[in-house]
């Protein structure tokens, strides 16, 4: 059974730096597709990022510049590192993985075979 847990979701203020970690397990994420989406009440859950299988990352435009996908085969996690958080970052935030191999990762929902719980981040000043 695969299974994806997040952590590092917390209250942060504008500016600040927050990680986010997803491990696997069930599952590894050597050479698969990853992401990371996130969702705010009463809208679509949107993908932010993701690595395909030889480590090239994607980001939309408003989180370019600011975040940072990454993997770590060794601990079978996936990290998003956030940095200069901006009100509108404030959402639950999922991690998501493939069993696709590819080397131009897509962050469309259906991409992904499997999702984790989902974690708050909260920014507010």
């Known amino acids: 059974q695969v299974q994806l847990v997040e952590s590092g979701g917390d209250l942060a203020q504008p500016g600040d730096s927050l990680r986010l970690s997803c491990v696997a397990s069930g599952f590894t994420f050597s050479s698969n597709a990853v992401a990371w989406f996130r969702q705010v009440p009463g809208k679509e859950r949107d993908g932010i990022s993701c690595?395909?299988?030889?480590?090239?990352?994607y980001y939309v435009p408003s989180v370019e510049g600011r975040f940072r996908i990454s993997r770590d085969k060794d601990k079978n996690t996936v990290f998003l590192e956030m940095n200069s958080l901006k009100i509108e970052d404030a959402a639950v935030y999922y991690c998501a993985a493939g069993e696709v191999i590819t080397t131009r990762c897509l962050v469309s929902r259906s991409e992904y075979d499997y999702w984790g719980q989902g974690i708050q981040v909260t920014v507010s000043s």
């Open positions: 690595l395909s299988s030889n480590n090239m990352p």
